[in-house]
């Protein structure tokens, strides 16, 4: 609102400066802003509804045939001359408007000011085609005068037009940093000087000066202030214009006048093209500064994606690997030199899947050339340490270059899983088979003699018990392996108490087996699984005890030399645990050398240490000096 009433009131002055000054030369006036502030004024209520706009045009008809009247203008040529002087800014404003092809109205491009100029030339000829300069009458057709006309009227658009349309409409914030006072100061200073060296003398031979304040000025100001500069310029300009030495004359095509007049275009709009420049390069450089950070962060991202996976990714060209991630170096567990090619084979130790040397050529046919998602076994390493690798490959674009992007997949651990699964599998069945064929036997006794029917009763139920046995640990194993842990506040005796008195009914080999218990401590640990681990250990004293012995089996607790811990330990009085095997019989499936009088599956103790380590515990064997094994392990005291 501000700015619309100051512009307004510019514009009620502009008619009569224009007119007022109309005494140069008879025929054309000295300073002309009509046209420019006319066409700043209809930037300001373009975007008002019709009714609102066609008000504001009105009354900027009345303003001009009014301030005509006033200054003795016979009626017809006021009126007409009011219409035609408010058709100039409009054809102007609707042209750059169009030209600029975007909303807004200070210029951004080089292209703007160009419109800006194209579209103050172009209304400025359509008003003096129609006669609607002061003192040119349609039969001066075509003249001089016209041509001076237009340009003045063009100029004083244009250069009003640019710098109101930069001090008022500008609403990107400025790229550029703003200049130092020192150059704001010697910038107004030798402003000044050059303009008045300009004026000095009318035949302008030091007129050239002018283009020093404005490379000056556009090479260090803001936007802004080159508009600022160039209002200066103008104003000092116009000023000195009032001065009657000042005045030039009007001789020639193009005189001195109009000359000052194209000075004047031409510096201000050099001096705001360079700033308009410089603000763009400005701009970019700020976009590219915030690519460049931008695409630093999502390569840190992307790289600490890479460096926390499992798996190895490398991304290999001809002339050899191009990025790689820290899995990748520990999967090949040698480091990867970048960008030069290597003979993977022999750097690695690659092998096929049987142990034999894998070639390049093999690998490089299906890593290089192969499909995507074309998968490759390899063995990396030997003995102990020996990994099995899933290598697939699949064709990427790094950068502008064509690559093939690995993935290295660890299978060590589910191989053996497979492994361990089948072996596992065919044990069962195995151990399944054994006691049905004693079950099978037996009754096929029945049947072919009914009179043996109790002693074959009893054995075949042990066969079905020998197989209960096999299912439930490969049960307990299966839940174990899966399972989660709940633990909760347990009383050691309550639960040992609890598995003595199921035991004390179920002894058949062995005569019923004698308990000592000594449990005072409380432990924290899951109930189900704490009562399993027990009752394995208790299983394991009763059963390697050699036949015709009563087990005698110790369980008693006490605090671990760790605080926070209690220690449990179960001590029978059997064969012991084989010599050197004290660690092995916790290994899966692995059964001492005491299996062929014992029947069982190796996996009991492999699942009570599995418990224990669930609760954080630690699990050990050793066999007591004076016969018999002592199982122990700590769990987490309540
Ligand atoms: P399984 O009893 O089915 O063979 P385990 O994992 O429970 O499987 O035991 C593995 C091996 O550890 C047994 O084969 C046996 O040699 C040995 N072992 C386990 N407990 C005892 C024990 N209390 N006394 C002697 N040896 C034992």
Known sequence: MGRLGFVGCCYLLAPWMGLDSFTVDPRIAEVWPLGGVGFVLLTLVWDLD??????????????????????????????????????????MAAAYRRGRGAPGWSPRH???????????????????????????????????????????????????????????????PEALAPSAWFHRVGLAAVAALCVVGTYHDPSLPLSWLLIVPSVWGGMTLTVRGTAWLTLYVALVAAGMTYLPQNQFGYAGLLPAASIVDLLVVASSAFALLLALMRDQRARLIEQLDARGRESEAQRGLLEAVLDAMEEGVLVVGPEGVRRHNSASRQLLGRPVPLDHDIAWSETYGLQTLDGQPLTDDVLRRVLYEGEDGDRLEVRVGRGADARLLEVSAQSVQHGTRASRLLLLHDVTAQRARVRELSSFASMVAHDLRGPLTVLDGWLEVVEDDPGQGEAALARARDASQRMRQVIEDWLNYAVVQEGRLHPEVVALDEVVGGLVESRRSAGLDHDEPRFELDLAHRVRADPGLLRQLLDNLVDNAVKYTAPGEVPVVTLRSHEDDEPGWVRVEVVDRGIGVPEG??????????????????????????????????????????????????????????
Not at 581 to 591: A, G, L, S
Request: net charge neutral.
């Open 50 to 91: 019709r009714p609102s706009l066609l008000g504001v045009l009105g009354a900027m008809v009345v303003v001009v045939t009014v301030t005509a009247l006033a200054l003795g203008q016979p009626p017809s040529y006021a009126v007409w001359f009011g219409v035609v002087a408010v058709l100039q800014p409009l054809a």
């Open 110 to 172: 080089a292209a703007d000011v160009g419109t800006l100029l194209a579209a103050a030339v172009v209304s400025s000829l359509l008003v003096g085609l129609l006669g609607g300069y002061p003192g040119l009458a349609l039969t001066d057709l075509p003249s001089k005068v016209l041509l001076w006309w237009v340009l003045r009227n063009a100029v004083f658009s244009f250069v009003g037009g640019l710098i109101l349309c930069v001090l008022l409409h500008r609403e990107e």
């Open 581 to 638: 095997e004290e660690e092995r019989i916790f290994e899966e499936f692995h059964r001492g050398p005491a299996e062929g009088r014992s029947q069982g599956t190796g996996l009991g103790l492999a699942l009570t240490r599995r418990i224990v380590a669930m609760h954080g515990g630690q699990m050990t064997a050793r066999r007591n000096p004076g016969g018999g094994s002592t199982f122990a392990f700590t769990v987490p005291a309540a």
